[in-house]
């Protein structure tokens, strides 16, 4: 390689490609069809028309398609043309898109004359467009163009072999090979091909198989210098220089029977090449060989056959977005479009934190029957809902606790070691912005008992209590527990503002006629028991239950809202608190007249009568057979209404008291409903430049009572009915989500994955599994990884391909080009799926979202006036700062 070669005559023609195309015999034109069919090898010269801008030829090729003859064809004949060039249905379709979605196309019929000239402007979209059609669009202002079909300018002359074109309409010349024909420079008298300081050299080639131990030189200059060679063993670009004997070798392996385009550009004392593969354009290394002063010679010296189709010279550096764009994007393979979900999706995000405000990390979110996340260093998580997940019913509209409707509704839980549980509604709008939420969770305190003697719990900051008895705890389904238990406590100081942020749902009850109240609390607890395995227990059925003192300093005005204190508990499926009426409550120690006392007051029922026990043969009784006897009742005698209400009023400390028979939560509240003890506070809600937030969460919170109630703002940024009691003063506590400062964390979550998760195989889901969560910024530059025990799925920038790039243990799963780092990988908009990934899938996955962690920020209004009942009270607008 690399020995002067006798030049070949530029007649000699030696044995056919397996490449070039098999001669089709004319069609006959007696038909219509027929002569339709055979415009189709006017074709032959389109390809180079589009590449060099002659618009008249192009013209004239489409002109043998209009039937019309008023210089028009339709978008299928325009499709023919396309298709008979080569090219594959998704390059065909992206082209038809451009010239539909442009002013020439009216009525299915394309103005051909205009699409010649739009084809071969210099828009954007257009020279993407040639790229498709040509398969390599050259940046403009090149010194010179080397092409079988001519070469530019007319100075330079190439003596070569007979020209060669393909089935895919390339025409190049074939070199090397069993004939040993060579490509020779024969005039450049003004070495227009000589290399100057600045320079860029593009050459578009294709090998076929490859034997030998050496290299084939592609491109070779005048001093011996072989600019660029394909080793023969592993199919690598090198480059040599004939004189010294050094060779540079590249580790990129060059495809067999594809088109290969390479640049050529000088660094210094060395050479830059660039190339693209499957997965994009990228620097495919350096060659430690300075091209400077050397002027192309020879082609194609190579003893194995290749085939040289283009070679393109610059006087100056080419930027990295003029030689990507030169060539068309790697397609993504082909694939069925998903089905289009019966509504559009509904996602929040949020963040948990602790009453003191800091985000609580690792917090376990769930909803729906199998959607779950887990929050990050900051307490963030994000989520999705579907119409399966949701609490909606077909016609998508939802009341909220505060009468405005919003489209989807979802129960969401949040677990973490340490902390009392906590429950939230994601109130949602369909296919709009993300909801906010923020969630408080609270500490709680446990002891390991030793079931079989009973004991207690202890809050130390407030002396509440939890006192369990000897098994009084067994399994969900009834079995007895042996050994150790932990007994989990956590009180609710309902008079901190942020302890009663705690408090689970929304302070939507069901009343004891089904209908909905809202609730003052005058104390809750929250109490929890799991084994020594961590399996969670329950209350004995028909024992004497758990026994709660409760202490607090809340006050209620009884008189005002016209009813009594009662116990509620949490329904964790529903997110509503339900009344209790098995068990009395006690203050100060005197049982308390509400319902359930009440209740007590009557007369009982006549005792039906037992029936006879039937023994058993080892002669113990079916217990089914005996009358059960009702739990033991407290007596009727308890306080009067009026010193119920001076207890309830009192500033201090009051004891509650009561026997709950479940775990979970547990509320003493005064009750009230709208519009007889409650008013609907409406307003907007408005950012700092006072454009309107939708999907925003609000609370209205009491300044004089303990309670809450939510509401969403709508369009434009209003809510119209967040309920509030009565007479009274309240805030308007506003939540709302940005991004957090800082790129050390990234934040990656699907939209709408439900639409292709379920289609994807088993493998693919495992890879996409590992995609979304929390990543970390490592101590490398640019590389933030997830934080995964079982993979290693990180986010990197790949400078040699100019790329953001994903990958899941080593694999390349989701891609972004960009020109340079700055920015980061957050951003929405830009990622791909791998094209390499994308091989052998069934189901398109479009990219996770690539972003900066949500900080939920909240900040308070008021206070505000709510006036008498049943009224709207207009807080007017809300701007957040």
């Known amino acids: ?128 467009m040639r ?57 450049d008298d003004a070495k227009l091909l000589k290399l100057g300081d600045e320079f860029t050299v593009g050459l578009r080639f294709r090998v076929a198989e490859l034997k030998g131990s050496e290299y084939d030189t592609l491109l070779m200059g005048h001093d011996g210098k072989h600019w660029l060679a394909v080793e023969c063993s592993k199919r690598r670009f090198c480059c040599a220089d004939g004189k010294s004997k050094a060779t540079s070798i590249l580790d990129h392996t060059i495809p067999l029977n594809e088109w290969v385009v390479v640049f050529l550009q000088p660094r210094g004392d060395q050479t830059v090449v660039f190339t693209n593969d499957a997965d994009g354009f990228l620097e495919a290394g350096v060659f430690e060989m300075a091209l400077k002063g050397s002027k192309l010679d020879k082609m194609g010296w190579a003893e194995n056959e290749v085939h040289i189709a283009e070679v393109m010279l610059w006087p100056r550096v080419l ?32 963040q948990v934190v602790d009453t003191s405000g800091g985000g609580v990390p690792d917090v376990q979110v769930k909803w729906g029957k199998t959607k779950s996340a887990v929050t990050d260093d900051d307490g963030c998580f994000a989520g999705e809902l579907s119409d399966a997940e949701t609490d909606v019913p077909d016609d998508a509209a939802s009341v909220g606790s505060g009468g405005s409707t919003w489209s989807t509704s979802s129960v969401i839980s949040f677990r973490s070691e340490g902390f009392a549980p906590a429950i939230a509604h994601a109130q949602c709008t369909l296919g709009g912005p993300e909801a906010s939420l923020r969630v408080t969770m609270r500490p709680s305190v446990s ?64 009343g004891a006629d089904g209908s909905t109240v809202y609730l003052q609390s005058l ?154 003890r409650a008013v609907m506070l409406q307003g907007v809600v408005l950012d700092a430049s006072r454009k309107p937030l939708t999907r925003i969460q609000l609370w209205a919170v009491g300044r004089d009572y303990q309670g809450r109630c939510s509401d969403v703002t709508k369009e434009e940024g209003k809510f119209l009915a967040m309920i509030a009691q009565f007479d009274s003063d309240v805030d308007v506590e506003v939540h709302w989500h940005r991004p957090a400062k800082g790129d050390e964390r990234l934040a990656l979550y699907f939209e709408n994955h439900l639409d292709w998760c379920k289609l994807v195989d088993k493998e693919t889901k495992e890879v996409m599994r590992k995609v979304g969560g929390n990543y970390k910024k490592g101590f490398e530059e640019l590389v933030w990884y997830a934080d995964v025990v079982d993979s290693k799925s990180e986010v990197a920038w790949i400078p040699e391909r100019r790329q953001w790039q994903h990958t899941i243990d080593g694999k390349l799963v989701f891609l972004r080009e960009a020109e340079d780092e700055s920015g980061g990988p957050f951003c929405e908009d830009g990622w791909r799926m791998a094209p390499s990934f994308a091989v052998g899938l069934k189901t398109p996955i479009p990219p996770p979202i690539y972003a900066r962690p949500t900080v939920v920020h909240t900040q308070t209004f008021g206070p505000f006036k709510t006036g008498p009942p049943g009224k709207f009270v207009d807080v007017g607008v809300l701007v957040l700062t």
């Open 1 to 128: 390689n690399g020995a002067p070669m006798p030049h070949p005559s530029p007649t000699l023609r030696h044995p056919p490609s397996p490449y070039a195309p098999t001669p089709l015999p004319p069609f006959p034109a007696s038909t219509k069809k027929q002569r339709a069919m055979s415009k189709v090898h006017e074709l032959k010269g389109l390809s180079a028309a589009i590449a060099s801008g002659q618009v008249e030829s192009i013209v004239d090729t489409f002109n043998k398609f209009d039937e019309k003859d008023d210089g028009t064809i339709s978008s299928g004949q325009l499709k023919e043309v396309l298709s008979s060039l080569g090219l594959t249905e998704g390059a065909t379709s992206s082209i038809l898109a451009a010239a539909e979605a442009a002013d020439f196309c009216k009525d299915e019929s394309i103005n051909y004359e205009d699409f010649a000239k739009w084809l071969c402007g210099s828009g954007i979209d257009a020279a993407r």
């Open 131 to 187: 790229g498709l059609l040509t398969g390599v669009c050259w940046p403009g202002a090149t010194i010179a163009a080397l092409r079988p079909s001519g070469s530019k300018p007319e100075e330079v002359k190439v003596g070569g072999p007979t020209p060669c074109i393909g089935k895919d309409r390339v025409t190049y010349w074939e070199a090397g090979g069993p004939s040993k024909v060579r490509i020779r420079v024969l005039e």
């Open 319 to 350: 930027s990295w977005s003029e030689m990507a764009s030169a060539l068309p994007a790697t397609p993504t393979p082909e694939l069925p479009k998903l089905p289009k979900p019966p509504r559009p999706r509904s996602s929040f995000r949020g």
């Open 447 to 510: 002891a390991v008992l030793d079931l079989a003697a009973g004991g207690s719990v202890v809050d130390e900051a407030t002396g509440s209590s939890i006192k369990v008895p000897p098994h009084g705890l067994v399994y969900p389904d009834g079995s007895p527990v042996e050994g150790l238990v932990t007994v989990s406590f956590s009180v609710i100081d309902v008079t901190d503002p942020a302890a009663l942020a705690s408090m689970p749902g929304d302070f939507s009850a069901v």
């Open 523 to 676: 104390g809750a607890a929250w109490v929890g028991a799991t084994d020594e395995k961590g399996n969670q227990l329950a209350v004995k059925e028909h024992s004497e239950g758990l026994e709660l003192d409760l202490k607090s300093n809340a006050t209620a005005d009884m008189e005002k809202l016209d009813t009594t204190v009662e116990m509620w508990t949490f329904n964790e499926d529903s997110g509503k608190w339900e009344l209790e009426t098995t068990q009395p409550m006690k203050v100060n120690g005197e049982v308390a007249p509400n319902s359930v006392s009440q209740a007590e007051e009557k007369p009982r029922a006549k005792p039906r009568e037992k029936k006879k026990a039937r023994q058993r043969k080892d002669g113990t009784y079916e217990e089914d057979d005996f009358d059960r006897e009702a739990p033991p009742r407290l007596g009727i005698s308890c306080m009067s209404p009026e010193a119920f209400r001076k207890a309830v009023g009192k500033m201090g400390q009051k004891t509650l008291s009561t026997k709950i028979n479940k775990l979970g939560y547990i509320n003493c509240d005064i009750a009230y409903q709208h519009p007889l």
